[in-house]
């Protein structure tokens, strides 16, 4: 099980890492705070994510 979290967690910060990534790259010509807040959405709903693997792997 502990096997399968940590896993979980590793791809997750990969794909939070690639997905910042390319939302910067192809948000660049727009406008910045527009790149911010599609980031800032995007980290919220993987913090979310995380945040519900974690809580229910502790119950």
């Known amino acids: 099980m502990m096997n399968i ?4 967690v ?8 690639l997905v910042i990534q ?4 192809v948000a660049k010509p727009l406008d910045q705070a527009l790149s911010l807040w599609y ?3 995007i ?3 993987l913090g979310a994510y995380g945040y519900y ?3 229910r792997s502790k119950n």
Do not use: D, E, Q, V
């Open 5 to 8: 979290l940590k896993y979980s």
């Open 10 to 17: 590793f791809f997750l910060a990969a794909l939070g890492y």
């Open 22 to 25: 390319i939302t910067h790259a």
């Open 39 to 41: 980031s800032g959405i």
């Open 43 to 45: 980290g919220i709903m």
């Open 53 to 55: 693997l974690f809580g």
